[in-house]
Nanobody, 122 residues
Framework: QVQLVESGGGWVQPGGSLRLSCQAS????????MHWYRQAPGKEREVVAS????????DYAEDVKGRFAISRDNNKNTVYLQMNSLKPEDTAVYYC???????????????WGQGTQVIVSS
């Protein structure tokens, strides 16, 4: 069974930094691109960062470019999100998830982990 365990969230002041981790299991991690998503209260879940299977390319939502950095360690089956210069509007629950093709290949509905809460306030 696919397992996704996010950690590293917490409370930070505006301008602060936080590093999130996502430990994955139950699939061949190094074969799939990974995404970080976030969902703020009352809002739709959105993609904030993506990384290819080997970590050679990354992509970011416009409002986090220059502030967030996604990376991965395939030997540890872990993807990271370094968040700098945090703003109150970054407050959300953050989730990791593999690319769509994994779920199609294993004939399963996308599974979401519990996520990790990030609160940015003064």
């Amino acid at each position: 069974q696919v397992q996704l365990v996010e950690s590293g969230g917490g409370w930070v002041q505006p301008g602060g930094s936080l590093r999130l981790s996502c430990q994955a299991s139950g699939f061949t991690f190094g074969f799939y691109a990974m995404h970080w998503y976030r969902q703020a209260p009352g809002k739709e879940r959105e993609v904030v960062a993506s990384i290819t299977s080997a970590g050679s390319r990354t992509d970011y939502a416009e409002d986090v470019k220059g502030r967030f950095a996604i990376s991965r360690d395939n030997n540890k089956n872990t993807v990271y999100l370094q968040m700098n210069s945090l703003k109150p509007e970054d407050t959300a629950v953050y989730y990791c998830n593999p690319e769509d093709v994994l779920w199609a290949r294993i004939s399963r509905v996308r599974y979401w982990g519990q996520g990790t809460q990030v609160i940015v306030s003064s």
